[in-house]
T-cell receptor, first 113, second 108 residues
Framework: DAGVTQSPTHLIKTRGQQVTLRCSPKSGHDTVSWYQQALGQGPQFIFQ???????QRGNFPDRFSGHQFPNYSSELNVNALLLGDSALYLC????????????FGPGTRLTVT | AQRVTQPEKLLSVFKGAPVELKCNYSYSGSPELFWYVQYSRQRLQLLLR??SRESIKGFTADLNKGETSFHLKKPFAQEEDSAMYYCALSDSWGKLQFGAGTQVVVTP
C-alpha cells in the first residue's frame, strides 16, 4: 500500500487561472480531508468528504470546491487563483468519518504567479 | 472557537538534554489531542495521541484539562528527533486544528 498519494507534486499557475489537485486515499479509507499549509504555518482545514459529499468545511471561500468519487479518491478545485493561494495542499484520509487517525499525503506545492 | 497555540517557533537543544514542546488549546467540548511530526523531506505523520497514553520514540504527552495544555516531552533528545512538531486538536468529526508548529533542532 503506497498510502495516500497526491498529484501533481508541484504546480505553477497564473493569477486568475483554475487548478485541480488530486488525491487517492490509503487503501480501505473512505474519508478524505484537504488542508492548506502556507509557508511557516500549520495546516489549515479546507473541507472533508465522506460518501461523496462535503461534510465539513473550514473558513475558505467558495472558490475552493471539491469532489469525491465512488472509489473514494478526491479532487480539490480552486478557481480564480490569487497570489495568496500559493501553499502546500495536503490530503489526509481516515478509515471513517470521525476517525481520529488521519494519514497524510506528501502534498502538492502550488505556486501562483 | 477551537484554537491551538504553540508558543515556540524554534527549540534548540543538545543531544541527551531533555526537551519539552509546549501546546495550549481552547475547546468547548471534550478535546482529542495529537502530536504530529514532520521529518525533513517526509510527510506529516502521527506521533502520538492522548487517548492512547503510550510513549512513542521516547516521547510522552499528558493532557492537563485544568491548564488546557498538552505538552510533549522527552527526557533525552536524540539527533534524529530534529523535525517540525505540530500539536493538533480534533473535533468529533475528525477535523484537525493545528498549531503553528515548533521546529526542534538537536545538536550533538
Amino acid at each position: 500500500d503506497a498510502g495516500v498519494t497526491q498529484s501533481p507534486t508541484h504546480l505553477i499557475k497564473t493569477r486568475g487561472q483554475q487548478v485541480t489537485l488530486r488525491c487517492s486515499p490509503k487503501s480501505g479509507h473512505d474519508t478524505v480531508s484537504w488542508y492548506q499549509q502556507a509557508l511557516g504555518q500549520g495546516p489549515q482545514f479546507i473541507f472533508q468528504y465522506y460518501e461523496e459529499e462535503e461534510r465539513q468545511r473550514g473558513n475558505f471561500p467558495d472558490r475552493f470546491s471539491g469532489h469525491q468519487f465512488p472509489n473514494y479518491s478526491s479532487e480539490l478545485n480552486v478557481n480564480a487563483l490569487l497570489l495568496g493561494d500559493s501553499a502546500l495542499y495536503l490530503c489526509a484520509s481516515s478509515l471513517t468519518q470521525g476517525s481520529y487517525e488521519q494519514y497524510f499525503g506528501p502534498g502538492t506545492r502550488l505556486t501562483v504567479t | 472557537a477551537q484554537r491551538v497555540t504553540q508558543p515556540e517557533k524554534l527549540l534548540s537543544v543538545f543531544k541527551g538534554a531533555p526537551v519539552e514542546l509546549k501546546c495550549n488549546y481552547s475547546y468547548s467540548g471534550s478535546p482529542e489531542l495529537f502530536w504530529y511530526v514532520q521529518y525533513s523531506r517526509q510527510r506529516l505523520q502521527l506521533l502520538l495521541r492522548h487517548i492512547s497514553r503510550e510513549s512513542i520514540k521516547g516521547f510522552t504527552a499528558d493532557l492537563n484539562k485544568g491548564e488546557t495544555s498538552f505538552h510533549l516531552k522527552k527526557p533525552f533528545a536524540q539527533e534524529e528527533d530534529s523535525a517540525m512538531y505540530y500539536c493538533a486538536l480534533s473535533d468529533s468529526w475528525g477535523k484537525l486544528q493545528f498549531g503553528a508548529g515548533t521546529q526542534v533542532v538537536v545538536t550533538p
